[in-house]
C-alpha cells in the first residue's frame, strides 16, 4: 500500500541550528512528494513538493531531494529560526485522490 | 477570492447528536477532499470529490460518516450520533484537481468536541 513514515518529535533546537527531518514512503506507484507545514493557530499550507526522482524542492530556505533509490524525501534548512517553529507534515500522492500524511514532527527553535 | 473556509470553527456536541461541517473550497477547484486530524495523529483521509464524478469515499471509518457537495463547490460533512472518539479536527483542502502538482489548500478546520 501507500503510507508515509516520519522522524517523531517533538524536535528542539537551538536558533540557526541545521534541521533535518526523516521522512521515507511506501508508494504502489510513482507519487509527487510534498512538505506541508502548519504554524501555531493556523492551517496547513504546502511548504515545498517534488514530483519526480531526483527533483528538489525548495522554499524559505528549506530543502527536501526526491530519492527514489531510498524512497526517502528528508526535508532540510541550513539555519533555522525561530519563526520555523511549527509541525511539518510529509505527504505522498500517486493520482491527486488521496494523500497519504506522515504524523507530524514539531519543530520548537529556541532563541 | 479569499482561502478555503469552513465552519463552525469550533463544535461542541453531546453524544448521540447529529453534527454538519461546511467547507466552502476556492472557486474555481474542482477537487475537494476532507481530512481528519486526530490529538498527536496525522491527517487522516475521510474522503474526496472530483467534479461531477462519483467521490472517494474509501476514508470514511463508518456509515455514520457522509458528504455531499452541491454544485460542484460547497460541502458538508455529516456525522450521525457523534460518539466522543470523534473528538478531532476536520479539515478540508481543495485544489484544481488537474496537473501534476495536486496541490491542496487547506481551510483552517472545524475543531469538533463530543462530550
Known amino acids: 500500500g501507500n503510507s508515509v513514515t516520519q522522524m517523531e518529535g517533538p524536535v528542539t533546537l537551538s536558533e540557526e541550528a541545521f534541521l533535518t527531518i526523516n521522512c521515507t514512503y511506501t508508494a504502489t506507484g510513482y507519487p509527487s512528494l510534498f512538505w506541508y507545514v502548519q504554524y501555531p493557530g493556523e492551517g496547513l499550507q504546502l511548504l515545498l513538493k517534488a514530483t519526480k526522482a531526483d527533483d528538489k524542492g525548495s522554499n524559505k530556505g528549506f530543502e527536501a531531494t526526491y530519492r527514489k533509490e531510498t524512497t526517502s524525501f528528508h526535508l532540510e534548512k541550513g539555519s533555522v529560526q525561530v519563526s520555523d517553529s511549527a509541525v511539518y507534515f510529509c505527504?505522498?500522492?500517486?493520482?491527486?485522490?488521496?494523500?497519504?500524511f506522515g504524523t507530524g514532527t514539531s519543530l520548537t527553535v529556541i532563541p | 477570492g479569499a482561502g478555503v473556509s469552513q465552519s463552525p470553527s469550533n463544535k461542541v456536541t453531546e453524544k448521540g447528536k447529529d453534527v454538519e461541517l461546511r467547507c466552502d473550497p476556492i472557486?474555481?477547484?474542482?477537487?475537494l477532499y476532507w481530512y481528519r486530524q486526530s490529538l498527536g495523529q496525522g491527517l487522516e483521509f475521510l474522503i474526496y470529490f472530483q467534479g461531477n464524478s462519483a467521490p472517494d469515499k474509501s476514508g470514511l471509518p463508518s456509515d455514520r460518516f457522509s458528504a455531499e457537495r452541491t454544485g460542484g463547490s460547497v460541502s458538508t460533512l455529516t456525522i450521525q450520533r457523534t460518539q466522543q472518539e470523534d473528538s478531532a479536527v476536520y479539515l478540508c483542502?481543495?485544489?484544481?484537481?488537474?496537473?501534476?502538482?495536486?496541490?491542496?489548500?487547506f481551510g483552517p478546520g472545524t475543531r469538533l468536541t463530543v462530550t
Open positions: 505527504a505522498l500522492s500517486i493520482t491527486g485522490n488521496q494523500f497519504y
Open positions: 483542502a481543495s485544489s484544481l484537481g488537474r496537473g501534476d502538482s495536486y496541490e491542496q489548500y
Open positions: 472557486s474555481g477547484h474542482t477537487a
